[in-house]
């Protein structure tokens, strides 16, 4: 599974963004794509999580309400809307994809497929 992220960008507090991330190559019908970010001396932590399947969807506590991850199974994309983003948002998103395993959808250990990154940043 490729990965590719985009849509990201710096916006002043209080706005918004979407981020998309586009899947190529063999995608099996039962993953779990997710949304990380690492900002600058920090680790890299779980953002919001979807299973294809179900849409069953998972955030951080951190986002909860503000941010919602969706899904396009037809263009095989899955998008991260950031809304009310604040100063502590800032950092590199990244998306990734794993099989069905065992452990939290937040531990990026898990996680065999990742994008690039997007950078968003929040004044």
């Known amino acids: 599974v490729q990965l590719v992220e985009s849509g990201g960008g710096s916006v002043p507090a209080g706005r918004s963004l979407r981020l998309s991330c586009a899947a190529s190559g063999y995608i099996a019908n039962r993953i779990r794509m997710s949304w990380f970010r690492q900002a600058p001396g920090k680790e890299r932590e779980g953002v919001a999580s979807i299973w294809t399947s179900s849409g069953s969807t998972s955030y951080a506590v951190s986002v909860q309400g503000r941010f919602t991850i969706s899904q396009d199974n037809a263009k095989k994309t899955v998008y991260l809307q950031m809304n009310s983003l604040k100063p502590e948002d800032t950092a590199m998103y990244y998306c990734?994809?794993?099989?069905?395993?065992?452990?939290?959808?937040?531990?990026?250990?898990?996680?065999?497929?990742w994008g690039q990154g997007t950078q968003v940043t929040v004044s």
């Open positions: 990734a994809a794993r099989f069905p395993v065992s452990g939290s959808w937040s531990t990026a250990s898990t996680y065999a497929n």
